[in-house]
């Protein structure tokens, strides 16, 4: 069964520094991948998707995440955060030995400090 | 872009109560929906997968007749907590996944808080 792994319930950092958040990934046929944000009370917002093809995937707000096959992994980064980016972000994974469900990850919180 | 609208957003009722809620993909088709339910400050649990004209599909553990739910067209859903009571206030969201494939996204719909007294 595929699962998702998010190192980090909570990440800060500083206005303008790199934003990091660890995806790592079990699979054991090709998955596909997603991050969600969710703000306060609220649902959740898709940034980006992998499915098939680039592995270096660039979703909204700036926001991009590179699939890679011998990690496991899926991180998503941005090169300079904004307070607006404060938030619960998730990663997911799905695949058809999971019948195509979305499987979440536990979520990390990022703060961002003026 | 892909717009699920969940209604209503917040509700807050006495213990005994049956609450629904709605869950309606407004500009595109959606033959699967799904309900979650999240916990304060922990990720999602997926409860069932709602198929457009048949039974939902339940994960294990989640009482199938506590939580009726029922896709009669391919833009709605409802959610219906029966007999509601304390232990069951939580936030619900649903979400879509539109026609097009399995390889595409699912979209959420803003959630519903709810209270049970």
């Known amino acids: 069964a595929q699962s998702v792994t998010q190192l980090g319930s909570h990440v800060s950092v500083s206005e303008g520094a790199l934003v990091l958040l660890r995806c790592n990934y079990s699979s054991s046929v090709p998955p596909y991948l997603f991050w969600y944000v969710q703000y306060p009370n609220q649902g959740l917002q898709l940034l980006l998707k992998?499915?098939?093809?680039?592995?270096l995937v660039k979703g909204i707000n700036g926001f991009e995440a590179e699939f890679k096959k011998s990690e496991t992994s899926f991180h998503l980064t941005k090169p300079s955060a904004h307070m607006s980016d404060a938030a619960e972000y998730f990663c997911a994974v799905s695949d058809r030995t999971g019948g195509f469900k979305t499987i979440f990850g536990a979520g990390t919180r990022l703060f961002v400090k003026a | 872009g892909a717009v699920v609208s969940q209604h209503p957003s917040r509700v807050i009722c006495k213990s005994g109560t049956s609450v629904k809620i709605e869950c309606r993909s407004l500009?595109?088709?959606?033959?699967?929906m799904f309900w979650y339910r999240q916990f304060p400050k922990k990720s999602l649990m997926l409860m069932a997968t709602s198929n457009e004209g048949s039974k939902a599909t339940y994960e294990q553990g989640v009482e199938k007749d506590k939580f009726l739910i029922n896709h009669a067209s391919l833009t709605l859903s409802t959610l219906t907590v029966t007999s509601a009571h304390p232990e069951d206030s939580s936030f619900y969201i649903c979400?879509?996944?539109?026609?097009?494939?399995?390889?595409?996204?699912?979209?959420f719909g803003d959630g519903t808080r709810l209270s049970i007294l």
């Open positions: 500009d595109f088709q959606a033959t699967t």
């Open positions: 992998y499915t098939t093809g680039a592995t």
């Open positions: 979400s879509a996944r539109d026609v097009g494939g399995s390889n595409q996204p699912q979209h």
